[in-house]
């Protein structure tokens, strides 16, 4: 994707890799529409970034994703970027009474909202890029995050898919793979020993700028490389288990 003059939508961009992505993109003279749930939150990204658009919005309801697309259709028609970066996290065990629960709104939030957001998107004429964030996760799962690392896995193989059917459409996918970063995903403190976002940004423009359409840092590129073996070492060294 061209890195310059873009109209960007990035879901959750006002915190983590989406705020890093928020401000890279704003310094690369972008502009840059965010969504999220948190009112207070967006509003401290404007204040950090005064051209950020940002649109409070919860991606768990249909209806709201629709809502988003509607509003972007007639307000921002020139919208030629959609990236699907929010996400969230449960560290949570099939014995949990609120298992299945959570599990959904996890399914919901990681699977259902970016597809749904791709299936309404590819109908704006100027769309060129799709950015799908998935994870490191999406390779070899942690067994602390079960359904989450699961959804991740079906978004990589989605993400693949979705390439090669939007060929025709000339629309350019990309799939974003981060590895474990500091923010605060799952809950504050739980990432804090993980490198910082910075670090990662750094690395995903100069791979977009090279052309890029799979992007990886660390651990990522480690096991989108990894053969059956390397991956079965990972799992154990991850989970304690053989
Ligand atoms: N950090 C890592 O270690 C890591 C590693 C691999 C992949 N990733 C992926 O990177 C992406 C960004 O995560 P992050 O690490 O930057 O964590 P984060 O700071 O918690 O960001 C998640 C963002 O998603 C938004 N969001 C969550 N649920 C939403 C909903 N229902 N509707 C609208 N927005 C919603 C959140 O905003 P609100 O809460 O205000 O809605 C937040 O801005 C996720 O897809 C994550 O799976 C992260």
Request: aromatic letters at 8%; proline letters at 3%; charged letters at 20%.
């Amino acid at each position: 994707m061209k890195i310059s003059n873009n109209k960007i939508l990035i879901t959750g961009g006002a915190t983590g890799i989406g705020l890093g992505l928020t401000e890279r993109f704003i310094k690369e003279n972008n502009t840059v529409i965010i969504c999220g749930r948190r009112d207070s939150v967006l509003k401290e990204a404007v204040a950090k970034f005064p051209s950020v658009i940002t649109k409070q919005c919860d991606l768990s309801s249909a209806k709201e994703r629709e809502e988003l697309y509607k509003w972007i259709s007639e307000n921002h028609s020139d919208l030629n970027v959609l990236i699907n970066n929010a996400g969230i996290q449960q560290w949570s065990s099939i014995t949990d009474s609120d298992f299945f629960q959570r599990a959904k709104e996890e399914i919901t939030i990681n699977i259902e909202a970016p597809i749904h957001l791709a299936s309404l998107f590819i109908n704006l004429k100027s769309l060129s890029t799709i950015v799908n964030v998935t994870s490191g996760l999406s390779f070899v799962p942690l067994t602390k995050v079960p359904v989450y690392s699961a959804t991740k896995s079906f978004l990589h193989s989605f993400t693949l898919s979705l390439r090669a059917l939007m060929k025709s459409k000339n629309i350019e996918v990309i799939e974003l793979i981060p590895p474990a970063l500091n923010t605060d995903l799952g809950g504050k403190g739980l990432h804090d020993s993980a490198p910082a976002v910075s670090d990662f940004i750094e690395s995903v423009f100069e791979q977009l700028k090279q052309g890029k359409t799979t992007i990886t840092f660390g651990f990522s590129e480690g096991m989108v490389k990894a053969g059956p073996e390397d991956l079965q070492k990972a799992f154990a060294r991850m989970n304690g288990a053989g």
